[in-house]
């Protein structure tokens, strides 16, 4: 499809792309909405195989930041960047300054933060260049590491799907498997395991596998063997599209809840494909809200016990969402949804009051 096709089919606002010859930068920015706000959406950097393949990911990611902003009650739009590039060898300062001076092009229309593949110290060179950075650290007046963050919403979210398919107050003695143990889901299987939960976990890094067998006591199964494990929850916490064709049909799970982002490859299909297999899905953007909620917080003057009381409200925003698709008979990610664009809406009608009151009083004052 051509960008401007790619554009529409999910309306998509803006494109950027960005490239500095002299640092190695090849960098997309995509705007999705800006009803609410100014475009707020972390910067991830992957080695990608192609340009299209980057582009993609981007658009995908951008639109579900829309969603995430409003379904978690923030007066912010949607936005994502991505680098290309290998997190590993390929950063340095100059890098992350020329991306943040371009950020700075933007005019606030985008707010930049981490995401996979870049981290606090990233994040603090771009803000060296840009004002329209969040994620620094706490010594700078940020909030530092969201991580913590993004996995208490989560831990709380899945407390919300234990006790709407379940019928449990507790996930002491269930079994969750995690894959993809980063700073996102570190932290998770620490409070899952601080509940009495039991543990498997996949992931490719070595040192990371082995820290959680050691301080948590967790099993540990190939990233590809998670989905036949024996386990009452999946909590995908690494890279999207791991609900697929291929992977639904062998989960023994009865509820998928994680941090990863555009967990279903196909929304419409693979929606609808495990609410008929008997899954409960939590709606990706509704659960990992925490970050959002996070960095957000930085804009008006960060107060970490504020973050975490507004991420405890994703259990009440993901009970919300189950109990509406079992009203209407549709699948859960229909239903976040609809209650992500209500929000849009209704917002955007507060504001066309708004202007039109102040174009009339502008038109008053020229009489």
Not at 85 to 91: A, E, L, P, Q, R
Not at 146 to 175: C, D, E, M, R, Y
Not at 251 to 260: D, N, P, R, T
Not at 315 to 336: M, P, R, S
Request: hydrophobic share 40%; proline share 2%; net charge negative.
């Amino acid at each position: 499809m051509s960008v401007f096709t790619s554009m529409e089919s999910k309306d998509h606002e803006q494109l950027a792309f960005f490239q500095d010859s002299d640092t190695g930068l090849k960098a997309i920015v995509a705007i999705h909405d800006t009803t609410i706000g100014p475009a707020l959406g972390g910067c991830r950097m992957w080695p990608y195989e192609s340009e299209g393949d980057a582009l993609k990911d981007v658009l995908r990611l951008s639109r579900g930041m829309s969603y995430k902003a409003a379904i978690a009650n923030l007066n912010l739009g949607g936005g994502k960047s991505v680098i290309i590039g290998n997190s590993k060898t390929d950063k340095s300062e100059t890098l992350f300054r020329s991306f943040g001076r371009f950020v700075e092009g933007l005019n606030g229309r985008y707010i930049t933060a981490e995401d996979v593949g870049t981290s606090v110290k990233d994040m603090e060179w771009v803000r060296m260049e840009t004002q329209y950075v969040t994620g620094i650290s706490r010594a700078l007046g940020g909030s530092g590491d969201p991580s913590p963050v993004t996995a208490q919403g989560v831990f709380v979210g899945i407390k919300a799907s234990v006790k709407k398919q379940l019928g449990k107050n507790s996930i002491a003695g269930l079994k969750v498997g995690v894959q993809g143990l980063g700073h996102v889901g570190y932290y998770l299987c620490k409070y899952l395991h601080d509940a009495g939960a039991k543990l498997v976990v996949a992931d490719l890094y070595e040192p990371s596998i082995k820290r959680v067998v050691d301080e948590f006591n967790a099993d540990v199964v190939g990233v590809d063997d998670i989905y036949d494990a024996d386990v009452d929850i999946y909590a995908p916490c690494a890279l999207g599209a791991t609900l697929n064709d291929e992977t639904i049909p062998r989960l023994k799970a009865s509820i998928v809840a994680g941090a990863a982002n555009n967990q279903l490859e196909n929304e419409l299909v693979h929606d609808k494909m495990v609410c008929e297999k008997g899954i409960l899905y939590a709606p990706d953007y509704a659960i990992n809200a925490g970050g959002l909620i996070n960095v957000a917080n930085e804009i008006d003057g960060y107060n970490r016990e504020r973050a975490f009381s507004q991420a405890e409200g994703i259990y009440d925003t993901l009970l919300t969402i189950f109990n509406l698709a079992e009203k209407e008979n549709i699948g859960n990610q229909a239903a976040a949804a609809k209650v992500a664009e209500q929000r849009m809406t209704e917002v955007a009608k507060l504001k066309n009051i708004y202007l039109t009151r102040k174009n009339v009083m502008g038109k008053r004052d020229q009489t």
